[in-house]
């Protein structure tokens, strides 16, 4: 959401770009890259699984809530 990306730049497959990013310059495949400008900050495989951040909210309006770990 709201990511600028300059022309002839490449973003690699499998690669995540935070909101609000600056993209200058290309960035790699697999990479996770945020910022103004936008930079690489960790890869997409080192992320914990969805499953381990979201819990079902039950009753709530949205669907997912973050977990708190309890």
Known sequence: MNVT???Y???GAASLIGAGSVVTRDIP???????NPATVRGTVGT???IDGRV???NGAVSRYRLATGT
């Not at 495949?29 to 910022?35: I, L, R």
């Open 5 to 7: 990306i300059l022309p």
């Open 9 to 11: 730049v490449r973003i």
């Open 29 to 35: 495949e697999g990479v996770v890259a945020f910022g």
């Open 47 to 49: 992320l914990p699984n």
């Open 55 to 57: 819990v079902a909210a």
